[in-house]
């Protein structure tokens, strides 16, 4: 397949070691082509991994597409010796694609010829599917199999979002219920990456470089426990607060070192770490101490922002910014918090100037001052020595974010949920298309409350030049190139078209984009999705700057 020559190329220049086979019956390894093979091949990789473990070779990673995908996927389900898998592609459901393949019909023709035939593409083979073989592809239930991999093992899902045989959509399955899962959309990819090989193989090399760092970090502490790491989970003994207080990679580990080595090798390691946590750590999700508290912070004006902290116990904290005439108690706001909370991550949710419990008045155009608001909760917490470690916006919001980012640089992660690169974007839809001629005519137009019981706003020209005059793009240039920017945008977002978000990309070096299919603007039947990918965000946040501060 030509994305093989494509990956081995890019990692020989990487200076990484790549082995390709082919499965068996396919090319010229021995045996018969089975469209049902999964765990055959399942077992090739095995037989693959055992004979360069025996040669003292340590194989880091395997990377699949398709079906190989899938293959892959399966072993780390029966094996746990390669602790990261690259999913180029697969599907978690072995259902998918059939129709594709072989028309709606296929069952029908099946029972009726027995087989159905699989046409090969010029100078191929064809093949007889036959039922059997089907039978042993729709008797695996791939999300079942992921329950049963390691909870240690690095799982990467990459999929094109012009995906016709296996949609993009189907992808963030896995996401729901690998723990250590990250997912990364090739935006115009169809199912072979076509016209995107060295997208794709840029992506994966950087995953493999990044598993190769954490993995060269966790050594550097102290090999000989490695092997017991994953398994700890209670320590033996006696262990101080100190020790317990870390959770995840942190505590494990320093649960481990202290049970082997003593409090000597513990207190070195709490040492090396608190740079990054407080001595409450990250708590676990049981451990985690849950409150909310009503805080209210001055803003540079004087207006009184009102907020609501969720508690968790961390020095880290998240800010959570709302959208144009939404509030802190905005469905999105409430959701990203209650699950931040069920990860032992804190995070404080707020009104902006003019909106909901917070002084002053609504501004259409305000874009700055929400992003100064973002200033005075920023400091409120810093100057309490607490770690401000991301701000997630929604639409307003988002952009509210950016512009801080552009302008402080003490935030390292900002993620943009259906932010807009153009301000212009979404006037006619809110306004109608003859916007400007009665705002000439009448000098404001009428902002419609959006619910009952809502508030009409007028808009007035010099609010709406306030918020013309801000161009994005040329904003951004200003955001420190180490900032790490996300942006998540709804598939079907008819406000801000999800084409637009591609925009930020072309300006952010350190600017990731992932769609999710079907959500419309404020991800109305995609609310689980939307929270599970800002957690995971989050989680490589704080990973990155542990390894980081190592």
Not at 312 to 341: D, P, W, Y
Request: contains cysteine; proline residues 2%; glycine residues 8%.
């Amino acid at each position: 397949m030509p994305w093989g020559s494509s990956f081995e190329a890019a990692l020989e220049n990487a200076g990484i070691s790549s082995f390709r086979f082919d499965f068996t019956g396919n090319g010229e390894s021995e045996g018969s082509f089975e469209i049902g093979g999964f765990w055959r091949e399942a077992d090739d990789i095995h037989a693959v991994a055992q004979h360069f473990l025996k040669a003292n070779r340590t194989v880091i990673a395997i990377v699949g597409h398709s079906k190989g995908a899938n293959a892959a996927i399966l072993y780390a389900s029966k094996y746990n010796d390669v602790k990261t898998i690259v999913n180029l592609s697969g599907t978690h459901d072995l259902k998918v694609s059939l129709v594709s393949r072989y028309g709606k019909e296929f069952l029908e023709r099946i029972r009726k010829e027995g087989f159905i035939e699989l046409e090969a593409e010029p100078g191929g083979i064809n093949y007889r599917i036959t039922e059997e073989s089907l039978k042993d592809r729709l008797n695996i239930s791939m999300l079942e199999e992921c329950l049963h991999i390691d909870k240690e093992c690095r799982f990467f899902t990459v999929h094109g979002s012009a995906d016709i045989q296996i949609p993009a959509l189907a992808a963030v399955e896995f996401d729901k219920i690998l723990p250590n899962h990250k997912f990364h959309i090739i935006e115009g990819a169809d199912h072979v990456y076509s016209d995107h090989q060295d997208e794709l193989a840029s992506v994966v090399v950087n995953f493999i470089n990044e598993t190769l760092s954490k993995d060269k970090v966790l050594s550097q502490f102290n090999p000989p426990l490695m092997s017991k790491f994953s398994a700890m989970d209670e320590p033996a003994y006696d262990v101080p607060q100190d020790v317990l207080n870390f959770s995840g990679f942190a505590n494990s580990f320093l649960k481990l070192a202290y049970c082997e080595q003593g409090i000597s090798l513990g207190e070195e390691l709490i040492s090396h770490l608190k740079n990054v946590r407080t001595k409450h750590g990250i708590v676990k999700e049981k451990e985690a101490f849950i409150a909310q508290q009503r805080v209210i912070i001055p803003n540079k004006h004087g207006n009184k922002l009102v907020g609501i902290l969720h508690e968790s116990g961390t020095q880290e904290i998240v800010i959570l910014c709302h959208g144009l005439r939404a509030n802190k108690e905005n469905f999105i706001m409430t959701n990203l918090a209650a699950v931040l909370e069920n990860a032992g991550i804190s995070s404080f949710r707020f009104d902006f100037t003019g909106n909901g419990e917070s002084e002053g008045s609504f501004e259409f155009g305000s874009y700055w001052r929400e992003a100064e608001d973002i200033r005075a909760v920023a400091q409120h917490f810093q100057e309490t020595n607490r770690t401000v470690i991301a701000i997630v916006g929604h639409s307003k919001g988002a952009n509210a974010a950016l512009l801080y980012a552009s302008k402080y640089h003490d935030i390292k992660t900002i993620v943009n949920l259906s932010g807009s690169p153009d301000l212009k974007i979404g006037l006619e839809y809110r306004f109608g298309k003859d916007f400007m001629e009665r705002l000439r005519k009448e000098g404001f137009i009428e902002l419609k409350a959006e619910s009952a019981g809502g508030i009409d706003h007028r808009v007035t020209g010099e609010s709406l030049k306030d918020r013309l005059n801000i161009i994005m793009l040329e904003e951004c240039l200003y955001i420190d190139k180490e900032c790490r920017v996300f942006t998540v945008h709804g598939g079907t977002d008819t406000i801000i078209p999800v084409v637009a978000a591609v925009e930020f990309g072309k300006v952010l070096p350190n600017h990731k984009l992932h769609i999710i299919e079907g959500a419309d603007h404020v991800y109305t039947d995609h609310q689980a999705e939307l929270a599970s990918f800002v957690v995971h965000v989050i989680k490589e946040t704080l990973q990155m700057d542990l390894l980081n501060a190592s």
